[in-house]
């Protein structure tokens, strides 16, 4: 049974050690009580470890390290699979070049978003960016 600590206790632990906390206490309780005992909002530690590059397993209630996104150490964003790990496309550098935009809603999973926050973050652009850079790589160089 892990014991329970105060948000300051929290705050003061790496980040590794308040995964693994999180992860002991979630083997009995739920997020919910954890904030409540900790006096944090809900959504304090979800959102915490999802920008550090964790995604939360429902089945096994726990925090786990993403490793589908990876950023080599050229900076370069790199999709990996189990085949190849060459990077698949570059962002270019930002411009303010104004361009025609049209909204529009688009449905994703949550831990798709989450990973797509995490490589927008690292890189310094924000997810719409990202987006369209990945969509407009992805429509040129599909197979047609």
Not at 120 to 137: D, E
Request: with cysteine.
């Amino acid at each position: 049974m892990t014991i329970p600590i105060t948000k300051l206790m929290f705050d003061e632990l790496t980040l590794d050690k308040q995964v693994n906390y999180i992860n002991d206490m979630l083997l009995t309780t739920s997020m919910r009580a954890i904030s409540i005992a900790m006096d944090i909002h809900k959504n304090t530690i979800p959102s915490l470890f999802t920008k550090s590059g964790y995604s939360y397993d429902k089945i096994n209630k726990q925090y786990t390290k993403n490793t589908e996104v990876a950023i080599s150490q050229d900076k370069e964003p790199v999709l990996k699979s189990s085949q190849d790990h060459r990077p698949v496309f570059s962002i270019p550098t930002k411009t303010k070049t104004k361009i025609t935009n049209k909204a529009f809603n688009v449905v994703m999973k949550e831990s798709l978003v989450n990973k797509i926050d995490l490589l927008a973050s690292q890189k310094g652009y924000s997810r719409n960016q990202l987006i369209n850079y990945i969509c407009g790589y992805f429509i040129d160089n599909m197979d047609k």
